[in-house]
């Protein structure tokens, strides 16, 4: 048994050249997408420098470029919320993370909350500043929580993440990622927390 690089795929020695193809065909066909649909020259670097540390550093770099070319906020779909302060936070970019959450314009999470939101909304404007509908038809106030963020909470804030070699929490990781940001880089509205009380209780 040995890893492949693309996520740690685990097989046979006897597969490697097949999966190796696989994965081949599928970073070729990515490329192709983003030269044929994509800006000029936007992401498809990103697609292509491969998995070492420093083409990660570019991708976190471009990240926090796009956050704060958007008002320090996200412009990310569905799928890519629950990701994006792990992302930040994973990377040195934890002082990104926090104003990132602690945002109130719309979209971030606080601006639902400002408008009387206890749940996860379908859409970042499902009530617009102006208190009218983004649609009538397809627009759940109460949708399943893909956008959520309360787990970061425990393992970003409070730093309870699961020991991957010791999965099911039998053995865990205590490891804060307190708010460090100087009193000059908090956006007006904002604090820095000082301080996290969290607890997991274990089966």
């Not at 670097?45 to 990240?63: F, H, N, V």
């Not at 425990?154 to 708010?179: C, H, Q, V």
């Amino acid at each position: 048994m040995r890893h492949l690089e693309m996520k740690e795929i685990v097989m046979d020695d006897v597969e490697n050249g097949v999966a190796l193809a696989k994965v081949k065909e599928l970073k070729e066909a990515c490329v192709s997408f983003l030269e044929k649909y994509s800006k000029p020259q936007s992401y498809l670097k990103y697609w292509t420098c491969g998995y070492d540390e420093a083409c990660r550093t570019d991708i976190a770099d471009k990240l926090e470029e796009l956050i704060h070319d958007f008002g320090d906020r996200m412009s990310t779909g569905f799928l890519g919320t629950p990701y994006i302060l792990h992302a930040l936070s994973d990377n040195g970019r934890n002082d990104v993370a926090y104003k990132l959450f602690f945002n109130e314009c719309n979209p971030s999470w606080l601006y639902s909350v400002n408008k009387g939101a206890t749940t996860m909304w379908e859409h970042w404007n499902s009530l617009q500043e102006d208190g009218t509908f983004w649609s009538t038809d397809m627009n759940s106030f109460n949708h399943y929580a893909y956008g959520a963020v309360a787990e970061w909470f425990f393992s970003g804030m409070a730093g309870i993440r699961p020991d991957e070699r010791a999965p099911g929490f039998e053995r865990l990781i205590l490891a804060p990622r307190p708010d460090l940001r100087r009193e000059e880089d908090i956006p007006a509205g904002q604090r820095r927390i000082t301080s996290v009380d969290a607890t997991y209780d274990s089966v």
